[in-house]
């Protein structure tokens, strides 16, 4: 609504900035001694991360590459507060999203409760998550049709480039794919408008009776492919695609196993709002929850 070049003033009049900002310095507190730690120790040589478990994580990562003006306790703390968003925002809207998704479609939720029965009987473990093909399913399509975002593949062009088609980019331009309209065209995906839950797994299924085999991984949540970009595309992907993908199913097993879900009457599916390119969904709406009669969850 206002100019550009008002929006660092007009920031300071809403609470929202000052509470960011509040979040912003508790992170930094908590992590900047162990970031001044890390960045002085390989500094002067007697530190760099190992493949071991103390090591494996990204503030380890940070300190050991971060160059130049990024190399403070500071800017990395910010860095990281910037990853839970992009991991924990993303994964907690699925959640949300599949819930609200699975209310609207009860008969689906028939078919993810024989699902998990079925491969519970063959005993329970973190290999049964991979065989959920169907509930793996909803949630592909539960992104398909609530993305995070309508753009993704955000780039900035640091040098010019001319395309096969002779589409040329000059250098210095931001680009985004419309990963939303992409995915959901007809010409993609069938009739759009529709929450198919196991349109996937159908598709799946076709490959493996096809004879792909088992381990065919395309048509699955974590998978990319050119018009499913959700989760980006080729070796700039998102890497957290299969922990998000285990997470939402943990949760769903349990919600799905344990408790009923009902919106409350004369309620449906909430709609989803678009913020600029993010979708969000209502935040305030209720549901109706009921623990299950004799309800059992394999862990
Ligand atoms: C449903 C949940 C998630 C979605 C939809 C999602 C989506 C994305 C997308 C679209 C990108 C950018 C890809 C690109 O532009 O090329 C990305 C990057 C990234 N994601 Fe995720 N993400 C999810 C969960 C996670 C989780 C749980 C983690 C970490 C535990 C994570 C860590 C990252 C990181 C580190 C990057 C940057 C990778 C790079 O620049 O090389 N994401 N994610």
């Known amino acids: 609504m206002f100019p550009s070049w008002t929006h660092p003033f007009l920031s300071l009049l809403l609470p929202s900035y000052w509470s960011g900002q509040g979040y912003l310095k508790s992170a930094k507190a908590l992590l900047g ?11 002067e040589g007697s530190w760099s991360p ?22 403070n306790p500071e800017t990395l703390a910010h860095v990281e507060v910037l990853l839970a968003l992009a991991s ?31 491969v519970w009987d063959a005993g329970w473990d973190e290999s049964s998550y991979a065989r959920l093909h169907k509930l793996d399913s909803v949630l592909r399509e539960s992104q398909r049709m609530s ?8 780039r900035l062009f640091k040098q010019p480039y001319t395309f096969s088609t002779g589409l040329h980019i000059p250098q210095g331009t931001y ?14 995906t069938a009739d759009p408008e529709t929450f198919d839950g196991l349109r996937s797994y159908r598709l799946l299924q076709g490959e493996i009776e096809g004879g792909r085999g088992k381990e065919s991984s395309n048509h699955q949540f974590s998978s990319f492919e050119r018009t499913v970009l959700n989760f980006g595309y080729g070796k700039s992907a998102c890497p957290g695609r299969y922990f998000a ?32 390119e993010f979708l969000f969904p209502w935040p305030w709406e209720k549901i109706l929850v009921k623990r299950r009669v004799n309800g059992a969850c394999p862990f």
């Open 175 to 188: 680009v985004a794919l419309p990963t939303m309209a992409i995915e959901n065209d007809p010409d993609h």
């Open 50 to 71: 190992e493949g071991n478990e103390e090591d494996f994580n990204v503030l380890a990562w940070l300190a050991d590459t971060a160059k130049g003006g990024d190399r």
């Open 88 to 118: 924990v925002h993303t994964t907690l809207l699925r959640v949300v999203n599949v819930l609200y998704d699975l209310t609207a479609n009860p008969e689906c939720v028939d078919h993810l409760r024989e699902e998990i029965e079925s």
């Open 245 to 276: 993908s285990l997470i939402v199913k943990i949760v769903f097993v349990k919600l799905l196993t344990e408790y009923d879900f009902q919106f409350v009457p004369g309620t449906g599916r909430p709609k989803n709002y678009v913020v600029h």
């Open 33 to 43: 001694p162990k970031l001044r730690e890390l960045i002085h120790k390989n500094d």
């Open 147 to 154: 993305p995070p975002t309508v753009l993704g593949l955000k």
